[in-house]
Protein backbone atom coordinates (compact mmCIF):
# COMPACT_ATOMS: atom_id res chain seq x y z
CA UNK A 1 0.00 0.00 0.00
CA UNK A 2 1.10 3.72 -0.55
CA UNK A 3 1.43 6.31 1.96
CA UNK A 4 -0.38 9.82 1.43
CA UNK A 5 0.25 12.91 3.21
CA UNK A 6 -2.97 14.54 1.78
CA UNK A 7 -5.40 11.88 2.54
CA UNK A 8 -5.74 11.41 -1.60
CA UNK A 9 -7.93 8.96 -3.44
CA UNK A 10 -6.87 5.92 -5.39
CA UNK A 11 -8.34 4.56 -8.20
CA UNK A 12 -9.00 0.79 -7.30
CA UNK A 13 -6.75 -1.84 -7.50
CA UNK A 14 -7.33 -5.29 -8.52
CA UNK A 15 -4.92 -8.43 -8.73
CA UNK A 16 -7.23 -10.64 -9.33
CA UNK A 17 -9.78 -9.58 -12.11
CA UNK A 18 -11.98 -12.78 -11.67
CA UNK A 19 -12.53 -12.12 -7.94
CA UNK A 20 -16.08 -11.87 -7.27
CA UNK A 21 -18.37 -9.23 -5.76
CA UNK A 22 -18.38 -7.11 -2.23
CA UNK A 23 -20.62 -9.62 -0.96
CA UNK A 24 -22.02 -8.23 2.08
CA UNK A 25 -20.57 -4.76 1.35
CA UNK A 26 -21.93 -4.16 -1.70
CA UNK A 27 -25.49 -5.63 -0.92
CA UNK A 28 -28.66 -4.05 -0.04
CA UNK A 29 -27.56 -0.57 -1.40
CA UNK A 30 -31.38 -0.23 -2.85
CA UNK A 31 -34.61 -1.64 -2.42
CA UNK A 32 -35.13 -2.58 -6.00
CA UNK A 33 -36.12 -6.22 -6.62
CA UNK A 34 -33.69 -8.86 -6.75
CA UNK A 35 -33.83 -10.35 -10.48
CA UNK A 36 -32.80 -14.06 -9.50
CA UNK A 37 -33.98 -17.02 -11.91
CA UNK A 38 -34.28 -16.94 -15.96
CA UNK A 39 -35.60 -14.40 -17.74
CA UNK A 40 -39.33 -16.44 -18.05
CA UNK A 41 -40.56 -19.05 -16.74
CA UNK A 42 -38.87 -22.50 -17.08
CA UNK A 43 -40.76 -25.40 -18.75
CA UNK A 44 -42.86 -27.80 -16.38
CA UNK A 45 -42.63 -25.43 -13.57
CA UNK A 46 -46.37 -25.34 -13.54
CA UNK A 47 -49.64 -22.86 -12.47
CA UNK A 48 -47.46 -21.14 -9.43
CA UNK A 49 -44.43 -20.63 -10.87
CA UNK A 50 -46.06 -19.20 -13.98
CA UNK A 51 -48.26 -16.76 -11.61
CA UNK A 52 -45.03 -16.07 -10.29
CA UNK A 53 -43.71 -14.88 -13.38
CA UNK A 54 -46.31 -12.95 -14.30
CA UNK A 55 -46.28 -10.70 -10.98
CA UNK A 56 -42.83 -10.16 -11.18
CA UNK A 57 -42.97 -9.19 -14.29
CA UNK A 58 -46.15 -7.17 -13.53
CA UNK A 59 -44.68 -5.38 -10.71
CA UNK A 60 -41.23 -4.66 -12.60
CA UNK A 61 -40.78 -0.94 -13.23
CA UNK A 62 -40.52 -1.86 -16.71
CA UNK A 63 -43.46 -3.10 -17.14
CA UNK A 64 -45.33 0.23 -15.10
CA UNK A 65 -43.65 2.85 -17.30
CA UNK A 66 -45.05 0.88 -20.62
CA UNK A 67 -48.47 0.82 -18.80
CA UNK A 68 -47.77 4.29 -18.08
CA UNK A 69 -47.30 5.37 -21.59
CA UNK A 70 -50.54 3.60 -22.86
CA UNK A 71 -52.68 5.26 -20.41
CA UNK A 72 -51.42 8.59 -22.03
CA UNK A 73 -51.91 7.21 -25.83
CA UNK A 74 -55.46 6.08 -24.37
CA UNK A 75 -56.25 9.24 -23.27
CA UNK A 76 -55.52 10.65 -27.00
CA UNK A 77 -59.19 9.67 -28.35
CA UNK A 78 -60.54 11.47 -25.37
CA UNK A 79 -58.91 14.45 -26.43
CA UNK A 80 -60.38 13.98 -30.13
CA UNK A 81 -63.43 12.59 -30.29
CA UNK A 82 -65.75 13.88 -28.49
CA UNK A 83 -67.42 12.57 -24.77
CA UNK A 84 -71.19 11.73 -24.32
CA UNK A 85 -70.81 12.69 -20.42
CA UNK A 86 -69.19 16.14 -21.62
CA UNK A 87 -70.96 16.98 -24.69
CA UNK A 88 -74.08 14.65 -25.63
CA UNK A 89 -74.60 17.23 -28.60
CA UNK A 90 -71.18 17.26 -29.82
CA UNK A 91 -71.67 13.64 -29.90
CA UNK A 92 -74.64 13.70 -32.23
CA UNK A 93 -72.95 16.43 -34.75
CA UNK A 94 -69.81 13.99 -34.92
CA UNK A 95 -71.95 10.82 -35.40
CA UNK A 96 -73.88 12.73 -38.45
CA UNK A 97 -70.64 14.22 -39.66
CA UNK A 98 -68.69 10.34 -39.68
CA UNK A 99 -71.11 7.76 -40.21
CA UNK A 100 -68.60 5.46 -41.42
CA UNK A 101 -66.79 6.02 -38.01
CA UNK A 102 -69.58 5.37 -35.94
CA UNK A 103 -69.39 1.34 -35.19
CA UNK A 104 -65.79 1.58 -34.98
CA UNK A 105 -65.88 3.67 -32.27
CA UNK A 106 -68.69 2.58 -30.81
CA UNK A 107 -67.29 -0.82 -30.61
CA UNK A 108 -64.12 0.60 -28.93
CA UNK A 109 -66.19 2.98 -26.64
CA UNK A 110 -64.76 5.77 -27.71
CA UNK A 111 -67.63 7.94 -27.23
CA UNK A 112 -66.78 6.98 -23.04
CA UNK A 113 -63.16 6.93 -23.04
CA UNK A 114 -62.54 7.59 -19.15
CA UNK A 115 -64.89 4.41 -18.47
CA UNK A 116 -64.25 2.25 -21.24
CA UNK A 117 -63.59 -1.62 -20.19
CA UNK A 118 -60.08 -0.82 -22.18
CA UNK A 119 -59.03 2.42 -20.27
CA UNK A 120 -59.89 1.14 -16.95
CA UNK A 121 -57.83 -2.23 -17.43
CA UNK A 122 -54.82 -0.06 -18.41
CA UNK A 123 -55.64 1.98 -14.89
CA UNK A 124 -56.08 -1.23 -13.02
CA UNK A 125 -53.00 -2.66 -13.90
CA UNK A 126 -51.09 0.24 -13.39
CA UNK A 127 -52.60 0.64 -10.11
CA UNK A 128 -51.64 -2.96 -9.27
CA UNK A 129 -48.46 -3.09 -10.75
CA UNK A 130 -47.19 -0.05 -8.59
CA UNK A 131 -48.68 -1.14 -5.59
CA UNK A 132 -46.94 -4.70 -6.06
CA UNK A 133 -43.73 -2.67 -6.65
CA UNK A 134 -43.93 -0.39 -3.62
CA UNK A 135 -44.78 -3.33 -1.09
CA UNK A 136 -41.87 -5.07 -1.65
CA UNK A 137 -39.89 -2.46 -1.54
CA UNK A 138 -40.74 -0.98 1.65
CA UNK A 139 -40.49 -4.42 3.47
CA UNK A 140 -36.85 -4.32 2.42
CA UNK A 141 -36.41 -0.83 3.12
CA UNK A 142 -37.47 -1.18 6.59
CA UNK A 143 -35.08 -3.85 7.11
CA UNK A 144 -32.51 -1.53 6.09
CA UNK A 145 -32.86 0.71 8.67
CA UNK A 146 -33.49 -1.62 11.46
CA UNK A 147 -30.30 -2.94 10.49
CA UNK A 148 -26.75 -1.84 10.17
CA UNK A 149 -23.93 -0.86 8.04
CA UNK A 150 -22.01 -4.51 6.73
CA UNK A 151 -18.72 -5.07 8.00
CA UNK A 152 -15.61 -3.93 5.85
CA UNK A 153 -14.64 -6.22 3.12
CA UNK A 154 -11.37 -8.07 3.44
CA UNK A 155 -9.77 -5.83 0.44
CA UNK A 156 -10.61 -2.32 0.94
CA UNK A 157 -8.24 -1.54 -1.88
CA UNK A 158 -10.52 -3.26 -4.38
CA UNK A 159 -13.59 -0.40 -3.81
CA UNK A 160 -13.91 2.13 -5.79
CA UNK A 161 -12.49 5.24 -3.88
CA UNK A 162 -9.28 4.21 -1.39
CA UNK A 163 -6.52 6.24 0.09
CA UNK A 164 -4.25 4.69 3.19
CA UNK A 165 -1.50 6.39 5.39
CA UNK A 166 0.62 5.38 8.55
CA UNK A 167 0.16 7.25 11.93
CA UNK A 168 1.89 6.47 15.28
CA UNK A 169 -1.64 6.98 16.77
CA UNK A 170 -3.19 3.65 18.08
CA UNK A 171 -5.97 1.98 16.25
CA UNK A 172 -8.50 2.62 19.06
CA UNK A 173 -7.88 6.11 18.79
CA UNK A 174 -8.26 6.45 15.32
CA UNK A 175 -11.83 4.31 15.00
CA UNK A 176 -12.20 6.70 17.93
CA UNK A 177 -11.34 9.99 16.11
CA UNK A 178 -13.33 8.09 12.51
CA UNK A 179 -16.85 7.63 14.91
CA UNK A 180 -16.55 11.28 15.65
CA UNK A 181 -15.66 12.77 12.09
CA UNK A 182 -18.31 10.25 10.36
CA UNK A 183 -20.96 10.88 13.13
CA UNK A 184 -20.60 15.11 12.51
CA UNK A 185 -21.62 14.37 8.51
CA UNK A 186 -24.58 12.18 10.01
CA UNK A 187 -23.14 8.93 9.05
CA UNK A 188 -24.38 5.72 10.90
CA UNK A 189 -21.29 4.27 12.14
CA UNK A 190 -21.13 0.64 13.57
CA UNK A 191 -17.95 -0.90 14.90
CA UNK A 192 -16.90 -3.45 12.96
CA UNK A 193 -14.27 -6.89 13.68
CA UNK A 194 -10.78 -6.87 13.06
CA UNK A 195 -9.91 -3.47 13.78
CA UNK A 196 -12.68 -1.76 11.47
CA UNK A 197 -15.77 0.72 11.61
CA UNK A 198 -18.29 0.97 9.06
CA UNK A 199 -20.56 3.78 8.17
CA UNK A 200 -23.32 4.54 5.95
CA UNK A 201 -25.14 7.37 4.84
CA UNK A 202 -27.95 8.56 2.36
CA UNK A 203 -31.27 6.29 3.52
CA UNK A 204 -33.89 9.23 2.57
CA UNK A 205 -32.81 8.16 -1.13
CA UNK A 206 -34.77 5.07 -1.18
CA UNK A 207 -37.24 6.70 1.07
CA UNK A 208 -37.55 10.04 -1.77
CA UNK A 209 -37.96 6.95 -4.19
CA UNK A 210 -40.64 5.10 -2.29
CA UNK A 211 -42.23 8.66 -1.81
CA UNK A 212 -42.31 9.12 -5.13
CA UNK A 213 -44.12 5.71 -6.14
CA UNK A 214 -46.93 6.18 -3.19
CA UNK A 215 -47.11 9.69 -4.81
CA UNK A 216 -48.05 8.30 -7.88
CA UNK A 217 -51.01 5.66 -6.55
CA UNK A 218 -52.33 8.94 -4.47
CA UNK A 219 -52.82 10.96 -7.69
CA UNK A 220 -54.27 7.81 -9.40
CA UNK A 221 -56.58 7.60 -6.94
CA UNK A 222 -57.15 11.64 -6.64
CA UNK A 223 -57.50 11.33 -10.13
CA UNK A 224 -60.39 8.22 -10.13
CA UNK A 225 -62.28 10.14 -7.66
CA UNK A 226 -62.43 13.19 -9.30
CA UNK A 227 -63.58 11.49 -12.50
CA UNK A 228 -66.02 9.58 -11.19
CA UNK A 229 -67.57 11.89 -9.16
CA UNK A 230 -66.99 15.14 -10.35
CA UNK A 231 -69.86 18.10 -11.84
CA UNK A 232 -69.54 21.03 -13.64
CA UNK A 233 -72.42 23.42 -14.76
CA UNK A 234 -72.53 27.01 -16.66
CA UNK A 235 -75.14 28.97 -16.08
CA UNK A 236 -75.74 32.69 -17.96
CA UNK A 237 -77.60 35.25 -15.45
CA UNK A 238 -78.93 38.24 -16.56
CA UNK A 239 -78.42 41.10 -13.98
CA UNK A 240 -81.01 41.19 -11.50
CA UNK A 241 -81.67 37.68 -12.58
CA UNK A 242 -81.08 35.01 -10.20
CA UNK A 243 -79.81 31.11 -10.07
CA UNK A 244 -80.75 28.22 -8.21
CA UNK A 245 -78.25 25.20 -7.74
CA UNK A 246 -80.42 22.50 -9.15
CA UNK A 247 -80.18 20.32 -12.24
CA UNK A 248 -82.36 22.45 -13.93
CA UNK A 249 -80.94 25.44 -13.65
CA UNK A 250 -77.73 25.13 -15.95
CA UNK A 251 -77.31 25.64 -18.94
CA UNK A 252 -74.95 23.26 -19.73
CA UNK A 253 -73.65 20.43 -17.37
CA UNK A 254 -71.15 17.89 -17.59
CA UNK A 255 -70.89 15.10 -14.69
CA UNK A 256 -68.94 11.63 -13.85
CA UNK A 257 -70.12 8.28 -13.96
CA UNK A 258 -71.08 8.09 -10.53
CA UNK A 259 -72.07 11.77 -9.65
CA UNK A 260 -75.68 11.76 -7.68
CA UNK A 261 -77.88 15.16 -8.60
CA UNK A 262 -78.22 15.04 -4.73
CA UNK A 263 -74.85 15.97 -3.90
CA UNK A 264 -75.33 19.32 -5.34
CA UNK A 265 -74.64 21.45 -2.32
CA UNK A 266 -78.28 23.79 -2.29
CA UNK A 267 -77.31 27.70 -2.60
CA UNK A 268 -78.71 30.55 -4.69
CA UNK A 269 -77.85 33.88 -5.56
CA UNK A 270 -79.03 36.87 -7.43
CA UNK A 271 -77.08 39.20 -9.47
CA UNK A 272 -76.95 42.09 -8.48
CA UNK A 273 -75.06 44.51 -10.59
CA UNK A 274 -71.19 43.97 -12.56
CA UNK A 275 -69.09 45.98 -13.45
CA UNK A 276 -66.21 45.99 -15.95
CA UNK A 277 -63.10 48.30 -16.33
CA UNK A 278 -61.25 48.53 -19.54
CA UNK A 279 -57.98 50.78 -20.49
CA UNK A 280 -59.59 53.93 -22.25
CA UNK A 281 -56.14 55.14 -23.59
CA UNK A 282 -52.69 53.87 -25.08
CA UNK A 283 -51.74 51.52 -26.89
CA UNK A 284 -53.87 49.14 -24.95
CA UNK A 285 -57.03 50.91 -25.23
CA UNK A 286 -60.00 48.53 -24.85
CA UNK A 287 -57.63 45.80 -22.53
CA UNK A 288 -60.09 44.74 -19.41
CA UNK A 289 -58.59 45.73 -16.32
CA UNK A 290 -61.43 44.62 -13.61
CA UNK A 291 -63.93 42.37 -13.75
CA UNK A 292 -66.81 41.84 -10.74
CA UNK A 293 -69.88 40.61 -10.06
CA UNK A 294 -72.05 41.39 -7.03
CA UNK A 295 -74.56 39.25 -5.95
CA UNK A 296 -76.56 38.14 -2.92
CA UNK A 297 -76.10 34.40 -1.99
CA UNK A 298 -78.04 32.62 0.31
CA UNK A 299 -76.70 29.05 1.21
CA UNK A 300 -79.24 26.11 1.84
CA UNK A 301 -82.99 26.55 1.55
CA UNK A 302 -83.64 29.00 4.82
CA UNK A 303 -80.09 30.18 4.87
CA UNK A 304 -79.51 34.26 5.61
CA UNK A 305 -79.11 36.50 2.36
CA UNK A 306 -75.26 37.70 2.05
CA UNK A 307 -73.45 40.36 -0.11
CA UNK A 308 -71.17 38.31 -1.62
CA UNK A 309 -68.23 39.20 -4.99
CA UNK A 310 -67.01 37.59 -7.31
CA UNK A 311 -63.89 37.71 -9.45
CA UNK A 312 -61.82 36.09 -12.14
CA UNK A 313 -59.66 33.85 -10.31
CA UNK A 314 -61.73 34.73 -6.81
CA UNK A 315 -64.67 32.52 -6.99
CA UNK A 316 -67.07 32.08 -4.19
CA UNK A 317 -66.96 28.76 -2.39
CA UNK A 318 -69.65 26.84 -1.12
CA UNK A 319 -69.58 23.38 0.35
CA UNK A 320 -66.42 21.73 -1.28
CA UNK A 321 -68.29 23.73 -4.94
CA UNK A 322 -66.27 26.87 -6.56
CA UNK A 323 -68.23 29.44 -8.37
CA UNK A 324 -66.72 31.16 -10.76
CA UNK A 325 -67.07 34.47 -12.92
CA UNK A 326 -66.31 33.32 -16.81
CA UNK A 327 -67.64 35.92 -19.05
CA UNK A 328 -70.14 39.03 -19.58
CA UNK A 329 -71.41 41.03 -22.02
CA UNK A 330 -75.02 42.56 -23.24
CA UNK A 331 -78.15 41.35 -23.76
CA UNK A 332 -80.58 44.40 -25.96
CA UNK A 333 -84.00 44.43 -24.27
CA UNK A 334 -86.75 43.93 -27.22
CA UNK A 335 -90.25 44.35 -28.01
CA UNK A 336 -92.16 43.02 -30.83
CA UNK A 337 -96.02 43.82 -31.71
CA UNK A 338 -98.19 41.82 -34.19
CA UNK A 339 -99.95 43.69 -36.87
CA UNK A 340 -102.57 44.44 -34.58
CA UNK A 341 -100.39 46.03 -31.97
CA UNK A 342 -99.98 43.68 -29.29
CA UNK A 343 -97.10 43.29 -27.40
CA UNK A 344 -96.41 39.50 -27.88
CA UNK A 345 -92.90 39.70 -26.94
CA UNK A 346 -90.55 41.64 -24.70
CA UNK A 347 -87.37 40.22 -23.23
CA UNK A 348 -83.63 41.25 -22.97
CA UNK A 349 -82.17 38.76 -25.48
CA UNK A 350 -78.28 37.71 -24.55
CA UNK A 351 -75.93 38.39 -27.50
CA UNK A 352 -72.66 36.16 -27.94
CA UNK A 353 -69.70 38.26 -28.12
CA UNK A 354 -67.42 37.16 -31.09
CA UNK A 355 -64.31 39.97 -30.38
CA UNK A 356 -62.55 41.77 -27.25
CA UNK A 357 -64.28 45.13 -28.33
CA UNK A 358 -67.56 42.63 -27.58
CA UNK A 359 -69.02 43.03 -30.93
CA UNK A 360 -72.00 40.33 -30.43
CA UNK A 361 -74.41 38.37 -32.28
CA UNK A 362 -77.55 36.16 -31.24
CA UNK A 363 -80.95 35.36 -32.30
CA UNK A 364 -84.37 36.64 -31.32
CA UNK A 365 -87.28 33.85 -31.07
CA UNK A 366 -90.72 35.01 -31.14
CA UNK A 367 -92.37 30.99 -30.64
CA UNK A 368 -96.15 31.84 -29.31
CA UNK A 369 -98.37 34.55 -29.90
CA UNK A 370 -98.04 35.91 -32.97
CA UNK A 371 -100.35 36.06 -35.79
CA UNK A 372 -100.08 37.46 -39.38
CA UNK A 373 -102.64 39.87 -40.70
CA UNK A 374 -104.48 37.39 -42.07
CA UNK A 375 -104.59 35.48 -38.54
CA UNK A 376 -102.09 32.96 -39.84
CA UNK A 377 -100.41 31.47 -36.44
CA UNK A 378 -96.81 32.19 -37.34
CA UNK A 379 -93.29 32.27 -35.56
CA UNK A 380 -90.66 34.77 -36.43
CA UNK A 381 -87.02 34.96 -35.93
CA UNK A 382 -84.24 37.80 -36.14
CA UNK A 383 -80.64 37.53 -36.89
CA UNK A 384 -78.90 39.95 -34.56
CA UNK A 385 -75.59 41.66 -33.93
CA UNK A 386 -75.01 44.17 -31.24
CA UNK A 387 -72.21 46.80 -30.93
CA UNK A 388 -71.76 48.79 -27.63
CA UNK A 389 -69.36 51.08 -29.50
CA UNK A 390 -70.51 51.94 -33.15
CA UNK A 391 -68.35 54.75 -34.92
CA UNK A 392 -71.27 56.28 -36.45
CA UNK A 393 -73.09 56.11 -39.96
CA UNK A 394 -70.74 56.00 -42.67
CA UNK A 395 -67.53 55.39 -40.87
CA UNK A 396 -67.48 52.00 -39.59
CA UNK A 397 -68.89 48.52 -40.03
CA UNK A 398 -70.86 46.88 -37.40
CA UNK A 399 -67.90 46.06 -35.24
CA UNK A 400 -67.47 47.29 -32.25
CA UNK A 401 -64.99 50.31 -30.92
CA UNK A 402 -64.80 49.68 -27.39
CA UNK A 403 -66.06 47.03 -25.47
CA UNK A 404 -68.05 49.53 -23.32
CA UNK A 405 -71.55 51.23 -23.87
CA UNK A 406 -70.21 54.39 -26.16
CA UNK A 407 -72.39 53.94 -29.12
CA UNK A 408 -74.72 50.91 -29.19
CA UNK A 409 -76.45 49.94 -32.28
CA UNK A 410 -78.23 46.48 -33.09
CA UNK A 411 -78.54 45.31 -36.82
CA UNK A 412 -81.81 42.93 -37.15
CA UNK A 413 -82.41 40.76 -40.25
CA UNK A 414 -86.21 39.33 -39.98
CA UNK A 415 -87.62 35.79 -41.01
CA UNK A 416 -90.86 34.57 -40.43
CA UNK A 417 -92.11 30.40 -40.81
CA UNK A 418 -91.27 27.89 -38.36
CA UNK A 419 -88.24 27.83 -35.86
CA UNK A 420 -88.47 24.56 -35.93
CA UNK A 421 -88.45 24.49 -31.69
CA UNK A 422 -91.07 22.26 -31.64
CA UNK A 423 -89.24 19.28 -33.20
CA UNK A 424 -87.67 17.44 -30.25
CA UNK A 425 -84.26 18.46 -31.48
CA UNK A 426 -82.05 20.64 -28.90
CA UNK A 427 -80.99 23.91 -30.74
CA UNK A 428 -78.67 26.68 -30.35
CA UNK A 429 -80.32 29.77 -28.56
CA UNK A 430 -77.40 32.09 -30.61
CA UNK A 431 -78.56 30.96 -33.76
CA UNK A 432 -81.09 30.88 -35.79
CA UNK A 433 -82.19 27.84 -38.02
CA UNK A 434 -83.93 29.32 -41.17
CA UNK A 435 -84.55 25.91 -43.09
CA UNK A 436 -87.85 26.51 -42.76
CA UNK A 437 -88.38 29.80 -42.66
CA UNK A 438 -88.74 32.68 -45.20
CA UNK A 439 -87.48 35.97 -44.80
CA UNK A 440 -88.79 39.46 -45.06
CA UNK A 441 -88.21 41.60 -48.23
CA UNK A 442 -87.26 44.86 -48.40
CA UNK A 443 -88.47 47.16 -51.31
CA UNK A 444 -85.70 45.78 -53.71
CA UNK A 445 -86.72 42.66 -53.31
CA UNK A 446 -83.78 41.71 -50.95
CA UNK A 447 -83.52 40.20 -46.71
CA UNK A 448 -85.25 43.15 -44.64
CA UNK A 449 -82.61 44.22 -42.23
CA UNK A 450 -82.35 47.75 -40.32
CA UNK A 451 -79.69 49.09 -37.52
CA UNK A 452 -81.28 50.65 -34.59
CA UNK A 453 -80.46 52.78 -31.74
CA UNK A 454 -81.71 52.56 -28.54
CA UNK A 455 -85.18 53.47 -28.76
CA UNK A 456 -86.13 53.06 -32.23
CA UNK A 457 -88.31 50.75 -33.95
CA UNK A 458 -88.08 48.93 -36.81
CA UNK A 459 -91.42 48.30 -39.12
CA UNK A 460 -91.76 45.06 -40.72
CA UNK A 461 -92.92 45.01 -44.17
CA UNK A 462 -96.67 44.35 -45.45
CA UNK A 463 -97.94 45.50 -41.91
CA UNK A 464 -96.14 41.95 -40.06
CA UNK A 465 -95.89 44.32 -36.96
CA UNK A 466 -92.88 46.23 -35.41
CA UNK A 467 -89.66 45.69 -33.62
CA UNK A 468 -88.39 47.73 -30.82
CA UNK A 469 -84.65 48.43 -29.28
CA UNK A 470 -86.02 49.04 -26.11
CA UNK A 471 -82.66 49.44 -24.00
CA UNK A 472 -79.79 47.20 -23.07
CA UNK A 473 -79.32 44.77 -19.80
CA UNK A 474 -75.70 43.15 -18.69
CA UNK A 475 -75.11 39.36 -18.36
CA UNK A 476 -72.05 37.29 -16.78
CA UNK A 477 -71.63 33.96 -17.25
CA UNK A 478 -71.00 31.63 -13.97
CA UNK A 479 -69.12 28.28 -14.24
CA UNK A 480 -70.19 25.96 -10.76
CA UNK A 481 -67.57 22.85 -10.47
CA UNK A 482 -67.30 20.29 -7.77
CA UNK A 483 -63.74 18.21 -8.09
CA UNK A 484 -63.37 16.13 -5.31
CA UNK A 485 -59.98 15.06 -4.88
CA UNK A 486 -58.44 17.99 -6.19
CA UNK A 487 -56.24 18.68 -2.28
CA UNK A 488 -55.36 15.34 -2.59
CA UNK A 489 -53.71 14.98 -6.24
CA UNK A 490 -52.06 18.80 -5.37
CA UNK A 491 -50.43 16.70 -2.09
CA UNK A 492 -49.44 13.85 -4.25
CA UNK A 493 -47.81 15.84 -7.26
CA UNK A 494 -45.89 17.54 -4.13
CA UNK A 495 -44.81 14.34 -2.90
CA UNK A 496 -43.96 12.96 -5.92
CA UNK A 497 -41.94 16.23 -7.13
CA UNK A 498 -40.30 16.24 -3.58
CA UNK A 499 -39.44 12.59 -3.09
CA UNK A 500 -38.12 12.48 -7.25
CA UNK A 501 -35.38 15.25 -6.09
CA UNK A 502 -34.60 13.37 -2.97
CA UNK A 503 -33.96 9.69 -5.35
CA UNK A 504 -32.01 12.16 -7.55
CA UNK A 505 -29.96 13.89 -5.52
CA UNK A 506 -29.36 11.99 -2.47
CA UNK A 507 -26.92 9.05 -3.11
CA UNK A 508 -26.63 6.19 -1.02
CA UNK A 509 -23.06 5.32 -0.01
CA UNK A 510 -20.49 3.30 2.67
CA UNK A 511 -17.60 4.46 4.23
CA UNK A 512 -14.69 1.77 6.25
CA UNK A 513 -12.05 2.50 7.90
CA UNK A 514 -9.91 0.12 9.07
CA UNK A 515 -6.71 0.32 11.26
CA UNK A 516 -4.09 -2.15 12.38
CA UNK A 517 -0.82 -2.08 13.99
CA UNK A 518 1.86 -3.03 11.90
CA UNK A 519 5.25 -5.04 12.55
CA UNK A 520 7.10 -1.96 13.53
CA UNK A 521 4.36 -0.67 15.46
CA UNK A 522 3.58 1.98 13.24
CA UNK A 523 -0.88 2.07 12.55
CA UNK A 524 -1.71 1.15 9.12
CA UNK A 525 -4.99 3.60 8.37
CA UNK A 526 -7.09 2.51 5.32
CA UNK A 527 -9.99 4.19 3.99
CA UNK A 528 -12.51 3.30 1.27
CA UNK A 529 -15.90 4.14 0.17
CA UNK A 530 -18.92 2.87 -1.84
CA UNK A 531 -21.49 4.41 -3.97
CA UNK A 532 -25.07 2.86 -5.21
CA UNK A 533 -23.47 3.68 -8.97
CA UNK A 534 -20.36 5.48 -9.95
CA UNK A 535 -20.45 9.50 -8.69
CA UNK A 536 -17.68 11.95 -8.61
CA UNK A 537 -18.98 13.47 -5.34
CA UNK A 538 -18.08 10.17 -3.73
CA UNK A 539 -14.11 10.47 -3.68
CA UNK A 540 -14.22 14.61 -2.77
CA UNK A 541 -16.08 13.34 -0.14
CA UNK A 542 -13.91 10.53 0.79
CA UNK A 543 -11.27 12.78 0.47
CA UNK A 544 -12.84 15.60 2.78
CA UNK A 545 -13.36 13.04 5.18
CA UNK A 546 -9.74 11.48 5.50
CA UNK A 547 -8.35 14.94 5.46
CA UNK A 548 -10.27 15.53 9.02
CA UNK A 549 -9.22 12.16 10.25
CA UNK A 550 -5.94 12.97 9.25
CA UNK A 551 -5.81 16.23 11.04
CA UNK A 552 -6.56 13.96 14.39
CA UNK A 553 -4.36 11.03 13.03
CA UNK A 554 -1.54 12.55 11.13
CA UNK A 555 1.02 10.90 8.81
CA UNK A 556 4.05 9.25 10.97
CA UNK A 557 7.65 10.34 10.25
CA UNK A 558 9.64 7.98 8.52
CA UNK A 559 12.17 6.15 10.78
CA UNK A 560 16.08 7.77 10.04
CA UNK A 561 18.62 5.15 9.42
CA UNK A 562 22.67 5.77 9.86
CA UNK A 563 25.72 5.04 7.78
CA UNK A 564 28.44 3.06 9.08
CA UNK A 565 30.12 6.25 8.05
CA UNK A 566 27.70 7.45 10.74
CA UNK A 567 25.93 9.58 8.59
CA UNK A 568 22.18 10.36 8.64
CA UNK A 569 20.59 8.82 5.46
Not at 111 to 133: K, P, R
Not at 194 to 213: M, W
Not at 314 to 322: F, I, M
Not at 382 to 388: C, I, K, L, S, T
Request: glycine share 12%; aromatic share 10%; charged share 20%.
Amino acid sequence: MSTTDNASTEAPRSEDPAEPALGAAGAQLSTAPLEDGPAGPAAGIGVIGWARWFWRQLTSMRVALILLFMLSLGAIPGSLIPQTNVDAMKVAVWKRDNPSWVGVAETFQLFDVYSSVWFSAIYLLLFISLIGCILPRSWQFVGQLRGRPPAAPKRLDRLPVYTTWRTEKSPDEVLSYARTVLGGRRFRTEAGGGNSLAAEKGYLREAGNLAFHVALIVMLVAFAWGQYFKSEGGKLVLRGGGFSNTLTQYDDFKYGSLFDPDDLPPFSFTLDRFDATYEKTGPQRGTPRDFKAYVTFTEGADGKPQKREIQVNEPLEVDGSKVYLLGHGYAPVISVTDPTGKVIFKDAVPMLPQDASLTSTGAVKVTDGYKDKDGKKEQLGFNAVFVPTFAGEGRGMMFSQFPELGNPRLMLSAWHGSLGVDSGLPQNVYQLNTSKMESFKDESGQLFKQKLARGESMVLPNGAGTVKFEGIERWATFSVTHQPGSGLALAGAIAAIGGLAGSLFIQRRRVWVRAVRGEDGVTVVEMAGLGRSESARLPQELAELAGHLHQQAPTASEPVEETSEGERG
